[in-house]
């Protein structure tokens, strides 16, 4: 029964994309179909065929393996934070949600700028756009920055996309917006993996890129003339041959753009310690004061019910579904990393499968109100007031692509986990 409660979840969760479209006679269902399919199978392959299995296991150690590097220079550095086991592994009771899950992005942010410096990385996006562009029929731009912003996250990618931005139309930055709601960052993978299964975190990925294309292109559809389907070259990892080049298209010196990589990991990690602590605190004190009104009200109550239908919908028993709306609710207000924290370790592994899948997939997404705010902040430093308007009057819109790629996501996956 809960199968066809899953499958019935996709059909509504398209169905409710599909009820607020801006543009309901202009939906390509041949491209929707498709991008349909080709989620069905990768969630399939992913989680039920021993050789996709076996891959995303790999890439998950692979994370685990370079977060256990990168603690030999926390070791250095804090060495009260962190203890050498049996085996050579890293141990010890003062590692915490810093040491283990953020610190390591020091490392890992870093490497994945020297791949971009060098090429390879701009290289994949590039090529993997293009086949996408010509698999689903979408536009070729749209089908490039998908897949660029689930390696290099939503501000970093509308950044260096600013050239193209300018040159399109309005409607389709809404677009573009929107899709950003959905995305992740591959140098932060490393710190999901540590807090949640990362068979799960990797399989969300490859399928949120193809989600966020289908829902954007429900929710406001716009055909693209074949004059103006065209990648404008944009920057540092938007052009055609990659690489890292300055402001005045000079290559910067390796050692000059590494230090701003760090720098900059070091500020990402600030940002994230800084917004789990004030939201976490904030929840806490909305809980407090709703608990001097009614004991048992909390903001986990409220977001629960709110969320609790679309749990349900994943094919989830009432008691599960109720700990799912919860976790996703939370996650909207709050972040991803405020949940996976409270749910780390023996509490997800002691969830259901179906449950413990479809949970991560939901989380593995930077979907929540604090976003809204980065893009819509993001846009007006590059487009003019007239398109930064479009965007900020959609608000609604952005909340809506973000939420339903990741039920999409965890619909897809939940089907094949059980």
């Known amino acids: 029964m809960y199968v066809f409660i899953n499958i019935l979840g996709l059909i509504v969760f398209l169905g409710i994309a599909f009820l607020f479209s801006k543009k309901k006679k202009e939906v390509n269902w041949r491209s929707i179909i498709i991008m349909v399919v080709i989620n069905l199978v990768l969630a399939w392959f992913f989680t039920s065929f021993s050789g996709g299995r076996a891959a995303v296991k790999g890439a998950a150690d692979g994370f685990n393996w ?54 390879v990385l701009p290289w994949i996006i590039k090529w993997i756009g293009r086949g ?177 239908p679309f749990a349900w919908l994943l094919g989830l028993p009432v008691d599960q579904a109720w700990t799912l709306s919860q976790d996703m609710g939370l996650k909207l207000v709050t972040n991803e990393f405020v949940v996976m924290g409270r749910v780390a370790g023996d509490v997800i592994n002691g969830y259901a499968p179906h449950l413990r899948a479809i949970l991560t997939v939901f989380l593995t997404s930077f979907a929540n109100f604090g976003t809204v705010g980065m893009i819509i902040g993001a846009f007006k430093g590059l487009v003019d007031k007239n398109k930064n308007d479009l965007i900020a009057k959609n608000v609604g819109y952005m909340l809506l692509s973000g939420i339903l790629v990741s039920l999409l996501s965890a619909g897809f996956v939940g089907l094949f986990v059980w």
């Open 132 to 308: 996408l562009s010509f698999i689903t029929g979408q536009p070729k731009f749209e089908s490039f920055f998908a897949v660029e912003m689930m390696f290099l996250g939503n501000t970093e990618v509308l950044a260096i996309s600013g050239l193209q931005l300018r040159q399109m139309k309005a409607e389709r930055n809404l677009t573009l917006a929107m899709m950003s709601m959905s995305c992740v960052t591959a140098s932060i993978l490393g710190a999901y993996t540590q807090m949640v299964p990362g068979q799960f975190v990797l399989t969300a990925v490859p399928i949120n890129i193809i989600n966020s294309i289908i829902v954007t292109s429900m929710l406001n559809p716009v055909r693209v003339p074949k004059e103006e389907d065209t990648v404008a070259k944009v920057g540092q990892v938007g052009e055609e041959d990659g690489g890292a080049e300055d402001g005045n298209g000079k290559r910067e010196p390796f050692f000059s753009f590494l230090g701003d990589s760090i720098l900059g990991a070091g500020r990402l990690i600030l940002i994230i310690t800084a917004n789990v602590i004030a939201f976490v605190a904030l929840a806490a004190l909305i809980d407090k004061i709703l608990g001097l009104f009614w004991k048992p009200l909390s903001l986990e109550s409220i977001l629960g019910v709110i969320m609790f």
């Open 66 to 119: 370079l977060v256990e590097i990168s603690y030999q220079g926390i070791l250095f550095a804090l060495p009260n934070w962190v203890a050498k086991g049996y085996g050579g592994t890293f141990t010890g009771t003062s590692m915490n949600f810093v040491t283990s899950a953020l610190l390591p992005i020091l490392m890992i942010v870093p490497l994945f700028d020297i791949l971009t410096y060098i090429g």
